[in-house]
């Protein structure tokens, strides 16, 4: 016969989480549509980097980030540089690009409010490569 030595520390987690009372679990959290936004951003600042490290440059900012899944025709264009096509942020709009010359760039997404500014889930989250 087996003994479950365990099943009083699963009770208790049971009736803790029945009390609210804060575990383990609970303090973990679930990432924010922010933190959601910012990791795609850095994914998509990384494709940039590859882009440039083939062809040279950031694309323009009329190639935009179309660049990174379809050969804008430059030469030594080595993509698709995404496993995936363009990703939409989490609020369902587009991730915005612009190049600033040839070695910089902005990234970003507007937030839930999709404009410029606002504050907490409405906040931009912008990335800007020097």
């Not at 520390?9 to 910012?38: E, N």
């Not at 363009?86 to 839930?112: C, M, N």
């Amino acid at each position: 016969m087996t003994t479950h030595r365990c099943w009083p520390l699963y009770l208790a987690a049971f009736i803790a989480v029945l009390l609210g009372i804060p575990t383990p679990v609970h303090r973990l959290g679930l990432p924010s549509l922010r933190d959601k936004a910012t990791v795609k951003l850095n994914e998509l600042s990384n494709a940039l980097i590859l882009f440039r490290l083939d062809v040279g440059r950031f694309p323009s900012t009329a190639e935009g980030l179309h660049a990174l899944v379809l050969d804008p025709g430059v030469r030594n264009w080595a993509g698709p540089y995404l496993t995936k096509s363009l990703p939409e942020d989490p609020w369902g709009s587009d991730y915005q690009y612009r190049a600033v010359g040839i070695d910089r760039f902005h990234l970003w997404s507007w937030g839930t409010d999709r404009r410029k500014g606002g504050a907490g889930e409405a906040e931009d989250t912008v990335i800007e490569h020097r």
